[in-house]
């Protein structure tokens, strides 16, 4: 059974900063040999990808909305996968989730939500402003 946990969320003001960890932890699924993204959904939008990181940083991607401030990493041995979000904006404020490709299934791109199998349960993320 896969399991992928999120911490470090939080609440700060806005041009802070803050790093939101994701553990992924059984089998089938390490960050250095497979995709892995983070997205994330307000209230009453879509869930959309953020950032996103293929195969040890082979391949990195960001939504446009956070190029320049966010920046998404790994550590192998920890399998762990981060991101780090600085000059907040009130904009930024809500539910941030850690996917993980796993299988084989249908290729939507790389922050398309449809292209991943294992999801986190989240981690909220309130900026101020």
């Known amino acids: 059974q896969v399991q992928l946990v999120e911490s470090g969320g939080g609440s700060v003001q806005a041009g802070g900063s803050l790093r939101l960890s994701c553990v992924v932890s059984g089998s089938g699924v390490t960050v250095g040999n497979n995709y892995m993204s983070w997205f994330r959904q307000a209230p009453g939008k879509e869930r959309e990808g953020v950032a996103s990181i293929a195969y040890g940083g082979y391949g990195v991607n960001y939504a446009d909305s956070v190029k320049g401030r966010f920046t998404i990493s790994q550590d192998n041995a920890k399998n762990t996968v981060y991101l780090q979000m600085n000059s907040l904006r009130p904009e930024d404020t809500a539910m941030y989730y850690c996917?993980?490709?796993?299988?084989?299934?249908?290729?939507?791109?790389?922050?398309?939500?449809?292209?991943?199998?294992?999801w986190g349960q989240g981690a909220q993320v309130t900026v101020d402003s």
């Open positions: 996917a993980a490709r796993g299988g084989d299934g249908t290729w939507y791109g790389f922050l398309d939500r449809r292209s991943y199998g294992y």
